[in-house]
């Protein structure tokens, strides 16, 4: 069964360090998505992205965030500067075209970032 | 304004026991979609169920089953006979029509089943 996968599993990084997370979603989704959950808390919304643009992104995605579909088939998320504050669980998801009018999102196992 | 509420912060049960999860929505569109997740201690997100606005029938899997009302905006969710493999953190969520639309989660429930 096709899947969401990401990489890498868990990332250890100083802070003020540029982190890129990777994610390759179902081949023939249209629709990307990344979540955030820090520690014990809610999975929280950050972007969306559709045709090569950003369709709708959250107050948490600022300036130091930003997302690339660069070749076709993943879709990264890059920190420019990290913060201990982004220490979280980061969550990519995908849709396709089927599942317009399910709702239904796929995603993936996480990225682990520890922000030290 | 679009919300759903988990006002459950932790359960904890003993193993054999029912335990129903609350899930309360805010919506003011006509068409969407309610899902619930699981999150075990491993951090992924399983997928449970969807639900669709315009079904409002029970749906029973195993020994799970969902209660959806629209009169009262629930989805509650009751696990019969609990098991400690239930022992996670349950999320529900809601979407709407459209492909670039995004999942918006409740807090969640942290249930744990103990033997």
């Known amino acids: 069964e096709p899947e969401v996968t990401q990489t890498p599993s868990h990332q250890v990084t100083q802070m003020g360090q540029e982190v890129i997370l990777r994610c390759v979603p179902i081949?023939?989704?249209?629709?990307f998505y990344w979540y955030r959950q820090i520690l014990g808390q809610k999975v929280e919304f950050l972007v969306s992205?559709?045709?090569?643009?950003?369709?709708?992104k959250s107050e948490i995605f600022d300036d130091q965030f930003s997302v690339e579909r660069p070749d076709g088939s993943n879709f990264t998320l890059k920190i420019r500067s990290t913060k201990l504050e982004d220490s979280a669980m980061y969550f990519c998801?995908?849709?396709?075209?089927?599942?317009?009018?399910?709702?239904?999102?796929?995603f993936g196992e996480g990225s682990r970032l520890t922000v030290l | 304004a679009q919300k759903v509420t988990q006002a459950q912060t932790e359960i904890s049960v003993v193993e054999k026991e029912d335990v129903t999860l609350d899930c309360v929505y805010e919506?003011?569109?006509?068409?969407?979609?309610l899902f619930w997740y699981k999150q075990p201690p491993s951090g992924e997100l399983v997928f449970l169920i969807r639900?669709?606005?315009?079904?409002?029938q029970n749906e029973i899997s195993g020994r799970y089953s969902w209660n959806f009302q629209k009169s009262t905006s629930s989805f509650n969710f009751t696990i019969t006979a609990s098991q400690v493999v239930d022992s996670a953190v349950y999320f529900c969520?809601?979407?709407?029509?459209?492909?670039?639309?995004?999942?918006?989660f409740g807090a969640g429930t942290r249930l744990a089943v103990h033997p």
């Open positions: 998801a995908s849709r396709g075209r089927r599942e317009e009018n399910t709702g239904e999102l796929f």
């Open positions: 081949s023939n989704h249209l629709y």
């Open positions: 992205f559709y045709n090569n643009e950003i369709s709708e």
């Open positions: 919506t003011r569109d006509t068409t969407y979609y």
């Open positions: 639900r669709n606005s315009f079904d409002e």
């Open positions: 969520a809601l979407t709407f029509s459209g492909g670039y639309n995004k999942l918006i």
